[in-house]
């Protein structure tokens, strides 16, 4: 079955860090662009970070410099390492496969993992 | 980096069509995609690239573009459709990635 399965969430103080984890199964990570997506509570999507096959990163501004997208090929699983945590870094974190032959969009999405941000 | 814009809400009558619109300049390179969220559920893909529906999707979800806006339209809505419709695309002008602020959809 292919599928996403993110962990690592919880509450964090400002200031700290978290590292999130996705596992997927049923296809091979570092063959896809896998990209971070996070919901604030109450508010829409927003895409945080990718990493493409060839290795190559992209952030979203408001996380530059604090995020880190990274894999493990050999566990096929995807991470993002938050450090510098703010409350607005609060939401649920969803990792998503963009399909190249769906014209990029996001076809697998794991279940999201929460991350509260708060002293 | 480019943005896209989605009106907050919109209603339909159960068994009438909805339009829900996506505008941004990134559209007049790139395609949108659509999904539908729920709540308490991750986001679900019902319309990629021109107008491809993923195995699964009724047909009734059916997308087109001209210009800078794209459209998803739902032909004869169900209470099950009542969701949050996010609209995203790839982007030339800075971050590779960007998505609408979804649209609230109704069906009464």
């Known amino acids: 079955e292919v599928q996403l399965v993110e962990s690592g969430g919880g509450l964090v103080q400002p200031g700290g860090s978290l590292r999130l984890s996705c596992a997927a199964s049923?296809?091979?990570?570092?063959?896809?662009?896998m990209s971070w997506v996070r919901q604030a509570p109450g508010k829409g999507l927003e895409w945080v970070s990718v990493i493409y096959s060839g290795g190559t990163t992209y952030y979203a501004d408001s996380v530059k410099g604090r995020f880190t997208i990274s894999r493990d090929n050999s566990k096929n699983t995807l991470y993002l390492q938050m450090n510098s945590l703010r409350a607005e870094d609060t939401a649920v974190y969803y990792c998503a496969r963009e399909a190249a032959e769906l014209g990029n969009a996001f076809d697998i999405w794991g279940q999201g993992t929460m991350v509260t941000v708060s002293s | 980096s480019s943005e896209l814009t989605q009106d907050p809400a919109v209603s339909v009558a159960l068994g009438q069509t909805v339009r829900i619109t996506c505008q941004g300049d990134?559209?007049?390179?790139?395609?949108a995609n659509w999904y539908q969220q729920k709540p308490g559920q991750a986001p679900v893909l019902v319309i990629y690239?021109?107008?491809n529906r993923p195995s699964g999707i009724p047909d009734r979800f059916s997308g087109s573009s001209s210009g800078n806006t794209a459209s998803l339209t739902i032909t004869g809505a169900q209470a099950e459709d009542e969701a949050d419709y996010y609209c995203?695309?790839?982007?030339?002008?800075?971050?590779?990635?960007?998505f609408g602020g979804g649209t609230k959809l109704t069906v009464l």
């Open positions: 995203n695309s790839r982007d030339s002008s800075g971050n590779p990635v960007v």
């Open positions: 690239g021109k107008n």
């Open positions: 990134s559209l007049r390179s790139y395609y």
């Open positions: 049923g296809f091979t990570v570092s063959s896809n662009y």
